[in-house]
């Protein structure tokens, strides 16, 4: 496709499931961020990957998220046991470049994102 | 550390009246600012955006100045269109090198409402 691709678009989980969303970054793309957008604020930042390197885990709130790129291309962020604070939009980015300078995020492209319910 | 502060939403404006969202951030250094839009049902773009004091990202008509002084980026269009309601955030990045990999930190954002 044209663009970054996140799937499900929706997703309900009783609490304590677990959890896969997926991501299709644009391909070819070397740099890949998750995020997270709780209802009413604005994305945090979970984790960054240069290609398969998982070079920055810094923001995942709990050893209940995982995140992968075997290949260096689809990402999986993987959620275990859920609760509800879990809930929110997780957002998908990816860029062609490694990104050296700040300035460098203008070339993120961000998916539609998952909306993840946990009852 | 790093934050970002805007104003609280929603903001609703007639067609062709002037906008101002203000920005405030908290940072050291010179940090890299952004502004994003998100449509309903879409992901985030990238508006316009600025990397130094006193410069001014543009981009359809809408407009913001790297304020050092005032540590703000405030988002301004002089007449707005029913095509501009949408949620718009402010973010920044810290400052180079290095500060590319870190990702975004984003305010809340504003949701734009404009009547005609």
């Known amino acids: 496709g044209a663009g970054v691709s996140q799937s499900p678009r929706y997703k309900v989980a009783k609490r304590g499931q677990d959890v896969a969303l997926r991501c299709d970054p644009i391909s070819g793309h070397v740099s890949l961020f998750w995020y997270q957008q709780a209802l009413g604020q604005g994305p945090e930042f979970l984790t960054y990957f240069q290609n398969e390197a998982q070079l920055d885990k810094s923001g995942l709130p709990s050893d209940r998220f995982f995140a992968e790129r075997p290949e260096g291309s689809v990402s999986t962020l993987k959620i275990q046991r859920t609760q509800q604070e879990d809930s929110a939009v997780y957002l998908c980015a990816s860029s062609l470049e490694e990104l050296v300078e700040g300035a460098d995020n203008e070339k993120l492209f961000f998916g539609s994102g998952t909306q993840l319910s946990v009852l | ?116």
């Open chain 2, 1 to 116: 550390g790093n934050s970002v502060t805007q104003m609280e939403g929603p903001v609703t404006l007639s067609e062709e009246a002037f906008l101002t969202i203000n920005c405030t951030y908290t940072a050291t250094g010179y940090p890299s600012l952004f502004w994003y839009v998100q449509y309903p049902g879409e992901g985030l773009q990238l508006l316009l955006k600025a990397t130094k004091a006193d410069d001014k990202g543009s981009n359809k008509g809408f407009e913001a100045t790297y304020r050092k002084e005032t540590t703000s980026f405030h988002l301004e269009k002089g007449s707005v269109q029913v095509s501009d309601s949408a949620v718009y955030f402010c973010a920044l990045t810290p400052p180079s090198p290095g500060g590319g990999a870190d990702g975004l930190t984003f305010g809340k954002g504003t949701h734009l409402i404009i009547q005609p």
